[in-house]
């Protein structure tokens, strides 16, 4: 599905982002660059994958490390045809009410999911637009689709990644890039092994499908979303979560 294509992950280093790189291995991309702030994470993943793989250390909420990044995969391969934002801070801030969440998360969340997905976004368009267009795909959530109590600072960059998608798809049709966003529900793993188990209850009753969700549940609706299939899917919010809430 994805021969001859070279795809950035950001946060590959673990959970959804090293599944997904995985996904693109497995489903013949010729190259993954892993953009992870995590170095030893990062190259872990990057040596697993069985295909070219490059790790490029990277703090998406840094524009000179994201600028390092886009030089660097430019270097080494000149174009790119897909890049996956999903690096975030996506664990250990649930579970406060919005008069409890300090400024300094805030912005630490806002830094990380909002401005880390633009940076990356106009540090790659130029190595899209040289491989004549491609794939953007934005990790959302299904908390901002439902309205998820105890979580503001999260729900609120979700909800900026899902805005995000919609203009930016039409700012980049005349590129052939696509831009689309995927929000899966709570997906068992390291980021969500800290959720009460109330909370994960509470998902697993609420979904159309009623039991855990995996990594291996979202991955290949990313593989899809980064295949030439779909190039004339653009704008959307692809919900991932077992019918949890439908978007
Ligand atoms: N796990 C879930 O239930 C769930 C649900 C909905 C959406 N998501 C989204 O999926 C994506 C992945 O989530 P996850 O559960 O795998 O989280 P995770 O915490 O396991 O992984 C996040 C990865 O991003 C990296 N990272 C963090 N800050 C970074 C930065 N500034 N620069 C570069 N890399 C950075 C981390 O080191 C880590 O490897 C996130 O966008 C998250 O919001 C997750």
């Known amino acids: 599905m994805l021969s001859d294509k070279v795809i950035v992950v950001t946060g590959g280093g673990r959970g959804l982002g090293r599944a997904f790189a995985e996904a693109c291995a497995a489903a013949g991309a010729s190259a993954v660059v892993i953009a992870e702030i995590d170095e030893a994470l990062g190259e872990a993943t990057a040596a697993a994958l069985g295909t070219d793989a490059l790790h490029v250390t990277t703090d998406v909420s840094d524009a000179k490390s994201v600028e390092a990044m886009g030089a660097a995969v430019r270097k080494r391969f000149g174009r790119i045809d897909g890049l996956v934002n999903n690096a975030a801070i996506a664990t250990g801030i649930g579970g406060k009410t919005f008069e409890e969440i300090d400024i300094e998360t805030w912005d630490r969340v806002m830094a990380t999911n909002v401005r880390g997905t633009w940076l990356c976004i106009k540090a790659c368009v130029p190595l899209l637009r040289a ?91 990313v593989v899809f979303l980064l295949s030439d299939g779909a190039r004339f899917v653009t704008g959307q919010t692809l919900a991932v979560n077992g019918g949890f809430v439908f978007n």
């Open 131 to 221: 491989a004549g267009g491609g794939a953007i795909i934005n990790l959302a959530s299904d908390t901002a689709l439902w309205g998820a109590p105890r979580l503001l600072h999260y729900v609120a960059s979700k909800g900026a990644v899902i805005s995000m998608t919609r203009s930016l798809a039409r700012e980049l049709g005349d590129d052939s890039i696509s831009v689309n966003a995927v929000a899966p529900g709570l997906v068992l793993g390291e980021a969500t092994d800290y959720v009460p188990e109330e909370r994960k209850e509470h998902y697993v009753r609420g979904r159309a499908i009623q039991r855990a969700q995996m990594p291996e549940d979202v991955r290949d609706a």
